[in-house]
């Protein structure tokens, strides 16, 4: 039987991994990482944090520019990061790309679930109205998308789900959280038939859009990125895209500037995607199967994983 996770026993995570795994993550170097590179899986550095975000606003344009009304394309994108959002909105507006004629589509990622249902956007925490906020209420009236293309798991989670079949995902992008999670695909509970080990990649990567209760390392992470540390008021449970989804999406991109996980994190799940080692109670490390991942980092943010007091 494996080990227990240290943080929250009842929960599979990345440390019940084994330690000489872990150990050796510990050790690479940035240079590491970049070799970490191979067919399906890019790893790119960006020295400076305006390179970065612009980088990341670029790949929604560049998603929306394929589009037609014919073939309509469509970006799925992640709140946390959010600096590139008002950054693709002024990118819209100053290259009068009409979104609406070009049949462009954006799907939000996930969602936060309270009391068994989807907050509503006035919620503090809503990652619909950040979207809106930041990204797409900014965008000019000639050139917005209709409201029927604007997707968010917070409704029907079928019907969400289904779009994926109808539009195509140029790219989804993502950040990676403290438990290694791309939206809120968390570890699972140990618990039942997963009491002993966690599901095999193959058994998590059916899963779909759906209600995820939420591991403690995501709920005190978002309580210290977005809610002042209040952990009391954040949700317990979200919606968000799954797998399935996942794996109908030509381009994984996800961007990391060291705002929402740490030096080691950073290492861990690009060297199990580098090296093709899925495991479950590490959801990043999934994508390790998938054709076309690209990991973005802020070399600056990539640090060392030495021990030093504070």
């Known amino acids: ?71 309509p ?18 990118l819209v507006n100053a290259m009068g790309i009409d979104l609406a004629a070009k049949g462009a589509h954006f799907w939000g990622m996930d969602e936060w679930v309270q009391d068994g249902k989807p907050v509503l956007p006035d919620h503090p925490l809503s990652f619909k109205n950040a979207d809106m906020e ?19 798991p917070s409704g029907d989670l079928a019907e969400y789900s ?10 989804m992008q993502g950040g990676q959280g403290d438990v290694k999670h791309w939206a809120f695909n968390d570890p699972l509970k140990r618990e039942g038939a997963y009491k002993d080990a966690p599901p095999t990649p193959e058994e998590y990567r059916k899963l779909a859009t759906r209600v995820v209760d939420l591991h403690p390392m995501t709920i005190m992470q978002n309580a210290r990125t977005s809610g002042g540390g ?24 996800i961007w990391q500037a060291g705002m929402h996980d740490n030096p080691f994190g950073m290492r861990l799940t690009a060297f199990m995607i580098g090296k093709q080692v899925a495991d479950a109670a590490v959801p990043m ?26």
């Open 73 to 90: 394309v469509g970006v799925c994108g992640p709140i946390g990061p959010t600096e590139q959002l008002p950054l693709v909105a002024r």
């Open 230 to 253: 209040k952990v009391n008021e954040v949700p317990t449970q979200a919606s968000t895209v799954g797998p399935v989804e996942t794996w109908k999406a030509g381009k994984v991109s």
């Open 1 to 71: 039987m494996r080990k227990l996770s240290v943080v929250a026993p009842e929960w599979w995570d990345y440390t019940t991994l084994d330690d000489d795994l872990l150990n050796d993550v510990a050790n690479l170097t940035a240079d590491d990482l970049l070799q970490l590179s191979r067919d399906g899986f890019r790893v790119v550095f960006y020295d400076t944090l305006e390179d970065f975000y612009l980088a990341e606003a670029l790949e929604y344009i560049d998603a929306w520019s394929q589009s037609t009304p014919d073939n």
């Open 285 to 310: 490390s999934l994508l390790a199967d998938h054709p076309n991942v690209q990991f973005n980092y802020y070399r600056p943010a990539i640090g060392s994983c030495d021990v030093e007091m504070h």
């Open 162 to 171: 289904a779009t994926y079949d109808h539009i195509r995902c140029a790219v």
């Open 134 to 152: 930041l990204c797409f209420d900014r965008i000019e009236n000639g050139l917005k998308m209709p409201e029927a293309n604007l997707h968010f």
